[in-house]
């Protein structure tokens, strides 16, 4: 089992639409959460950090769940802009622990 | 705002040669990190770097991997005998504290490797 397990995408919506990405983890001993974007070819951006209750930024929303080892993202009013590769990410280590990507959900945003 | 910054951005090489790629992090953070990320693939870890030693490394990175920090400024990851597997994007991080105490990671622009 991946420890890190996103849904496959593409997902392909209009803009304005509300769209959800799905994450699970599997080792309960992880510490921090956080969702990066990736464009094509380029570095993984930080988009959220995780917080335990969830937190909202704007546009977006990140939800915990430790008893369940779930983490979503949800983008509101989705722009062309956000179109990218969306990465949910896991530590296990505190402070300078490892980061442990998912695979990333692709997201495209269509005039 | 302060950013992660990698040289150079793409190196060519040939199957047996030794690379250096550069990286300087943010200048008030305290670890550092390699990644990689093969073309098609997810990001892997390669090595996490604190005080001035490796603080934990992966099964990617073998004897022929190593880092060093010969400078205040500079993280550099050198690969001793590059393979052809070795081609993929490699990503300097570093890290530093947040207001929430969490550490938070910053990615530099990649350098990208092609043995050939």
């Known amino acids: 089992r991946k420890e890190v397990e996103q849904d496959p995408g593409p997902f392909n919506v209009p803009e304005g639409a509300t769209v959800a990405f799905n994450c699970t983890y599997s080792n309960s001993a992880s510490q921090s959460f956080f969702w990066y974007r990736q464009d094509c070819r380029k570095e993984p951006k930080l988009l959220m950090s995780v917080y335990s209750s969830g937190n909202e930024d704007g546009r977006f929303t990140a939800q915990l769940n430790r008893a369940s080892q779930y983490i979503s993202l949800l983008i509101r009013d989705s722009k062309l802009s956000d179109s990218a590769t969306y990465l949910c990410?896991?530590?296990?280590?505190?402070?300078?622990?490892?980061?442990?990507f998912g695979q990333g959900t692709e997201l495209s945003v269509k005039p | 705002e302060p950013e992660v910054t990698q040289t150079p951005s793409h190196q060519v090489t040939q199957m047996g040669q030794e690379v250096i790629l550069r990286c300087v992090p943010i200048s008030n953070h305290l670890y550092f990190y390699w990644y990689r990320q093969i073309l098609g693939q997810k990001v892997e870890f390669l090595v996490s770097?604190?005080?001035?030693?490796?603080?934990?490394k992966s099964e990617i990175f073998d004897d022929q991997f190593s880092v060093e920090r010969p400078d205040g400024s500079n993280f550099t990851l050198k690969i001793r005998s590059t393979k052809l597997e070795d081609s993929a994007m490699y990503f300097c991080?570093?890290?530093?504290?947040?207001?929430?105490?969490?550490?938070?990671?910053?990615f530099g622009p990649g350098t990208r490797l092609t043995v050939t």
């Open positions: 990410v896991v530590n296990r280590g505190g402070r300078g622990g490892k980061l442990i």
């Open positions: 991080a570093s890290s530093g504290p947040t207001g929430q105490g969490y550490y938070e990671q910053y």
């Open positions: 770097f604190y005080n001035n030693e490796i603080s934990e």
